[in-house]
């Protein structure tokens, strides 16, 4: 076990390269199971989670290499096993995704209820029903139990805008008889980047961006060589970093049109930036001050399916406008659980209002104090990091795993960046 030994006070200084999309990697290479060819994988980030989901491709019988840095071939030649081990599949909540490539290319997948961040009720209900709609029979007393003597094409209306139960629809419907519309589908850049690299294996996928995808069936996908995306997420996570500790950041590699909705948000919080080809800048010093809605009114951050604001920076959203001049509303709309993590930013010194278990009334700037914390999810550990990064004293944050599964070689990037961070083994 680790810990992180941050202390406070010090504004972050350099340049750093934008890691691999987290959330794109993962269906991606759950999405080389469709396969009998090899596959090459780019840009995949080494963390936790990327690297529980290969270790479940080699349980299944998949030929794993990793011949440079970020850079992985897997050759599922013959899958010898669709069960996902249960250790593995407790660890990571994307395991999931392994159900759509599996039943369309073995026809049928057990897997144990998958693991992941604690952050509220994560329904699964949606998966069950595109994958019952393309002629799955499906078993979830226990194990989940997934079978099928063939997936044929269907007209799926999600009930929700769900990322991952889009991508194991889409996964499963590319090897599909006939077509498959997948009405009220989630757009993300990482639901995007699967599109494309299905469509390089040869699928035929047409809406991609778009809430309504259609996927014709082919009868077999061939061998790619894919590079994943940027992380928006990261770069978002590096923004309000060198915001909150009043330093400056340069970040390159990084795709503009992911940053739209981001700009709209740190926009209200007094964040600003340059972005010049792939380069993206964060000047010095800058005014941090609540731009207020018509009226003088206090203004809101709130998530939706994208292009909205992505959830998954409401932590880190609220952690910065601890820093900045007057008061907003942060509101996480998806996971009741998320925003209990403020008790401790409370307790570090920040006054924020907790009116529920979905929104919190942040008035900065404060001064933070150091704080023992405790990482309760991947963006709330970034956000306690950022915290501690700002706050007076020497902070320790433990359970850093769950930090871990979400951000490449985190301390030894802020280290470079000038940060104070030692990550110290408690074992």
Sequence with gaps: MYEYHIEGGFPVKGTIRASGNK???????AATLLTSEPVTLRNIPKIEDTGVMLEILKALGAEVENPEPNVWKIHAKKIESNAIPCELSKRIRASILFAGPLLARTGKVIMPPPGGDVIGRRRLDT??????ELGANVNIEGSFEFSANKLAGADIFLDETSVTATENAV???VLAERTTQITNAASEPHVQDLCRMLSQMGAKISGTGSNILTITGVKQLHGTDFKIGPDFMEIGSFIGLAAATKGTIT???INPPDLRPLRIAFGKLGIRWTIEGTTLTVPLNQELKINTDLGGMIPKIDDSPWPGFPPDLTSIMTVIATQVEGTVLIFEK??????????KLISMGARITLCDPHRAVVSGPSTLHRDNLVSPDVRAG???VIAAMVARGESVISNVYQIERGYENLVERLQALGAHIRKVDVQ
């Design 23 to 29: 959330n794109a990697a993962l269906p991606c290479i």
């Design 127 to 132: 998966h069950f029903l595109a994958l019952t």
């Design 171 to 173: 996964m499963a419907a």
């Design 251 to 253: 970040i390159t590699d």
């Design 334 to 343: 998806m996971f009741e659980s998320r925003m209990f993590f403020v008790d």
């Design 382 to 384: 970034m956000a306690m």
